[in-house]
């Protein structure tokens, strides 16, 4: 067999290589998943949860990390791996929902968050009705669709209310985990650590499972070579390269979010001035302003 054309790049993404540049852009603009270590840890961690045997203390787990660096994705990604294949629940006649992913309101308010919950389900939600009867309403729902796992992501949420709300709320989060029977994950940034911390109760039932920055190291250069081969470019541009990789690393502060999107945008303008791979020295030339910086600003 002679040498694939592009062999720098994923097999799926070869015959992409030869799209105009309309359609290679919009390609590297596309949402991808990337595997990488420890994403494929939370992962297994989520699913031994998922496989526990019911009983009175179920583990939780806590997945943290900083702002941008891959936590939802995480989380979606396998609440979308275990979505069911449609199949009704015999007690309630309505579809499963395994895992079932919530926001936490911007507030520790326990009415928004069965809210959130009934939304999350699907469920008509009147929004006028007490906190009981919505609480009511959300656990004959959690148990009418056979939900195995409760997600909540944006827990740091908790910490702007009250302590008194703080407290009513991380009192909830036991309670129905006790309820339910079912493993809870927490995922947020720090904050969240701190805030299901200071309950020794839930302390102890939540693992904490961290998601650090990245730094310069063969995991890193490995994430690097995965993404540059699902970009449709036609020549390698060696993003793995220490100098190049360092560069990228310190643009993004180590932010898993901002290596992508500084690539995308790099790949991006590549194509748009006629050139197929993306060069080092143009990493200045984007516009990119490395999170610092625009913390700065924004500041
Ligand atoms: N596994 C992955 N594969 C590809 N891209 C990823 C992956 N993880 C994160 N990203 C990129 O990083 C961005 C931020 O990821 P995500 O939304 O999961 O961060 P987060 O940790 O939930 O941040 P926040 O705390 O602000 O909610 C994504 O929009 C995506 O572009
Ligand atoms: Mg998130």
């Known amino acids: 067999m002679s040498d694939p054309a592009y062999p720098h790049l994923h097999p799926v993404m070869r015959p992409w290589a030869d ?11 596309t949402d991808r998943w ?12 989520m699913d031994d949860l998922l496989t526990f045997p019911k009983r009175t203390r179920m583990p939780n787990l806590l997945l943290v990390g900083a702002s941008n660096n891959g936590k ?16 009704t629940d015999p007690r309630g006649g309505a579809i499963a929902v395994p895992v079932l992913k919530v926001q936490m309101p911007p507030a520790p308010s326990e009415r928004r968050f069965f809210s959130a919950v009934l939304e999350a389900l699907g469920a008509p939600d009147r929004s006028n009705e007490q906190l009981a009867a919505k609480q009511d309403m959300a656990m004959r729902m959690l148990r009418a669709t056979d939900v195995r796992m409760l997600v909540i992501d944006e827990v740091h949420n908790i910490l ?28 947020g940034t720090s904050e969240a650590l701190r805030a299901i911390q200071s309950d020794d109760q839930l302390a102890n039932r939540f693992t ?45 502060d180590g932010i898993l979010g901002e290596v992508v999107s500084l690539v995308t945008a790099a790949a991006t303008a590549a194509i748009e001035a006629g050139e197929e791979r993306i060069r080092m020295e143009k990493l200045d030339d984007i516009g990119f302003m490395p999170p610092q910086e625009r913390r700065r600003v924004a500041g």
Do not use: C
Not at 19 to 29: F, S
Not at 213 to 226: A, G, H, I
């Open 19 to 29: 799209a105009t540049a309309q359609v290679r852009i919009r390609n590297i603009r």
């Open 34 to 45: 990337l595997g990488y270590a420890r994403a494929e840890a939370a992962l297994a961690a």
């Open 72 to 87: 939802t994705m995480i989380v979606e990604k396998f609440r979308r791996a275990h979505v069911s294949g449609g199949e």
């Open 160 to 187: 702007s209310g009250s302590r008194d709300q703080q407290r009513r709320f991380l009192n909830l989060l036991r309670w129905l985990g006790n309820e339910l029977q079912i493993p809870l994950v927490a995922v």
């Open 208 to 252: 904490p499972f961290s998601l650090p920055p990245w730094r310069m190291d063969q995991e890193y250069q490995r994430l690097l070579n995965t993404l540059e081969a699902m970009l449709p470019l036609r020549e390698p541009s060696n993003l793995s390269d220490p100098p190049f990789a360092q560069k990228l690393l310190s643009a993004a």
